[in-house]
């Protein structure tokens, strides 16, 4: 007898907040063994790099794009953006239900255990409710390549503030000197202005390569894991709507899935 799956429940993964604290925090350590940390605080220079950079990324992107990137973003430094993943073997176990006893059975002792929201559950409550496997395959791919796109929209805007951080903190330099060499007679301004010259580089690595080209490459792992998902749910509704031998259903998961997480689910 097959044991019953039950969806795993995703928790919060604080893990980028942690990274993103202990990053920013041995820098801030680092600092105050030599220096007070009020040496590199500087309003101008800030501005300049993350006004600048954020102003480019919306000529670059729409509106919308930038508003809804920029909380899909927030959701992951908080935990939220996780991946939408349960475990393959309840495909297998639904294609094993619909093979014994028909597909009304998944109402019956499958469906409650589901997130009704999950992508999965979306495609059987379509072939439940009587339509056609061909019209539930189309509908639920091109549900995926959205989703997919909307999640690489994401990583495309925080690859594009990583590209233009560092070239906002160059400009910042450029004018930081500007200001130094117009004002050599005054030795007074001479430091703030190489205060905003040296720091808008600072600035401009720091966000770049500190906060977003760590968090595109975490949204992209994220994305990459959800695709490999959703092709296995299309593989789990083409076999539930044929009525699909469940052992030939674990083969055609197996033959997607990494090695390390190939199904077993016959063993025993």
């Known amino acids: ?149 909307v999640q690489m929209n994401t990583v495309s805007f925080l690859n594009k503030m990583a590209e233009t951080a560092p070239a906002m903190g160059l400009i910042g330099t450029l004018i930081g000197l500007v200001q130094m060499l117009s004002t050599l007679s005054d030795p007074s301004t001479i430091g703030p202005a190489m205060a905003v010259a040296m720091l808008t580089t600072f600035y401009g690595a720091i966000f770049a390569y500190l906060f977003c080209q760590p968090l595109a490459n975490r949204l992209e792992q994220i994305a990459q894991k959800n695709l490999l998902f959703n092709q296995l749910c299309l593989v789990g509704f083409k076999a539930v709507d044929n009525a699909q031998n469940p052992r030939k259903t674990q083969m055609e998961l197996n033959a997607l899935l990494p090695f390390e997480q190939q199904l077993n689910y016959f063993e025993g």
């Open 1 to 149: 007898m097959k044991k019953k799956q039950s969806v795993s429940s995703n928790k919060f993964d604080f893990s980028v907040l942690i990274g993103l604290m202990g990053a920013f925090g041995f820098i801030v350590l680092g600092i105050g063994f030599y220096t007070s940390l009020n040496a590199f605080i500087n309003a101008p220079a800030f501005l300049i790099v993350i006004g600048g950079t954020l102003c480019v990324s919306v000529i670059s992107f729409s509106p919308k794009d930038v508003i809804q990137s920029l909380f899909r973003t927030l959701r992951l430094i908080i935990g939220l953006e996780q991946n939408q993943i349960i475990s393959p073997k309840l495909i297998v176990r639904a294609s094993d239900i619909v093979h014994t006893s028909g597909l009304l059975a998944l109402q019956k002792n499958y469906m409650e255990n589901l997130g009704k929201k999950s992508f999965w559950s979306a495609g059987l409550n379509l072939l439940i409710d009587g339509i056609t496997g061909k019209e539930c395959n189309q509908i639920m791919r091109d549900k995926m390549q959205n989703d997919y796109a």
